[in-house]
């Protein structure tokens, strides 16, 4: 296990190199991902996006924690290939409810489709159904605004305490017994969730019931469950918050943590406290197993882990499409763009915006899907 992990790893370090080029990441309509104008990280070279038939234009909804990766590979896709793409990033929930009604070409979710979920899309994927194909990976952040409070460690405990109110208070004996030395504020806690359906709050609850029961007594899912605390919608919305709010505290993808927001590190029993980032995101979901059946290929990520260097908090972003049945006015376009963002070139420009790409062997499986798809 330990050799096939090494090289597991080996693999996902050479995937994650990221690609350099000449265009901005401006795309139209996006949040601000906090990229900076004139990154070149984010481009790529126009010849080396497959464009086939491709045409007209798209409609998705989605995941927003992937939005900015989205908004990254549009503008290069559009670019090559005209094709116009309209990524809403309602949230997952959003997103799944468009693709069972036939309202998008494809839908992103931070979870992986339910089995009713899949029954409904068989009636909108004539002959197939709905598939999860895995794109983009990523820590989901903890951002928090303490002022005077530059690094701060939280664990599995503390962190449903916070967000189940029963630590309430910064300077909390829980919370400075893991920060020893540093000065917290007698200041409120304000922990911020999802207003709206999310495969983050999914992913981020997971979490949670995987690592300490005791504390969060709550089945999970899309919805968020505790009581009190604030909410707000989308990644973009609860950033926004943190942003704004002192003592607050929120879960986003890491791309939002910026503008004053810093990430919290995570105790999870390994020799140090793990910082979100591509990289420990990447030793994470390196373990992830695929458990999807026939074409499709959700996973399930180790949420308990204590290795070195791997960030517990992550998520996993699915592209929803149909294996079989797709709108012939639209399958090209989709194929086109789906193969694009699956290529080595669009996995490369994931780092750059703080996403993590999919590990080597799975992201092989999904462009063989893609190739498929009718």
């Not at 829980?174 to 007698?186: C, E, F, H, T």
């Not at 999914?202 to 949670?208: A, C, P, R, S, V």
């Not at 019931?209 to 968020?224: E, F, L």
Request: glycine share 12%; hydrophobic share 35%.
């Amino acid at each position: 296990m330990k050799l096939q992990r090494k090289n597991r790893l080996r693999a996902l370090s050479l995937g994650a190199v990221a690609v350099t080029g000449a265009l901005a990441l401006t795309a139209c309509g996006s949040d601000d991902n906090g990229n900076g104008s004139g990154n070149p990280s984010t481009s790529a070279k126009a010849g080396s996006v497959k464009c086939d038939d491709a045409k007209g234009q798209l409609l998705a909804d989605g995941s927003s924690a992937q939005k900015n990766a989205i908004d990254a590979w549009v503008k290069n896709f559009s670019q090559a290939c005209g094709v116009q793409i309209n990524y809403k990033g309602g949230g997952s929930g959003a997103g799944v409810t468009a693709f069972t009604q036939g309202q998008v070409a494809f839908a992103g979710s931070d979870s992986a489709l339910k089995p009713e979920e899949v029954t409904a899309s068989k009636s909108v994927c004539k002959g197939g159904q709905g598939i999860d194909l895995p794109m983009v990976g990523g820590p989901i952040a903890l951002g928090y605004n303490v002022p005077g409070v530059d690094n701060l460690v939280l664990d599995a405990q503390t962190i449903a305490k916070i967000f189940d109110s029963k630590i309430t208070k910064w300077n909390d004996p829980a919370i400075a017994a893991l920060n020893k030395g540093v000065k917290l504020p007698d200041l409120k806690i304000q922990a911020f969730h999802r207003s709206d359906e999310s495969g983050t709050t999914d992913n981020f609850t997971k979490y949670l019931i995987a690592t300490t029961p005791d504390n969060w007594k709550y089945s999970g899912g899309k919805a968020w469950q505790a009581k009190g605390g604030q909410s707000a919608p989308q990644s973009a919305g609860v950033a926004q918050q943190v942003k704004q709010t002192s003592g607050a505290i929120g879960y986003f993808e890491l791309s939002y943590v910026k503008d004053g927001i810093k990430a919290v590190s995570i105790d999870t029993g390994a020799s140090k406290p793990v910082a979100p980032s591509s990289e420990s995101a990447t030793a994470d979901i390196a373990a992830a197993q695929v458990v999807g059946t026939g074409k499709d290929l959700s996973l399930k990520l180790d949420y308990k882990t204590k290795a070195e260097g791997a960030y517990p908090i992550t998520l996993v972003t699915y592209e929803i499409v149909c294996d079989k049945g797709n709108k012939a006015d639209t399958l090209s376009a989709t194929k086109a763009f789906l193969r694009y963002i699956a290529s080595e070139d669009g996995q490369k420009i994931l780092p750059s915006i703080g996403y993590a790409p999919v590990p080597a062997e799975i992201i092989a499986k999904v462009r063989t899907t893609v190739e498929g798809l009718s």
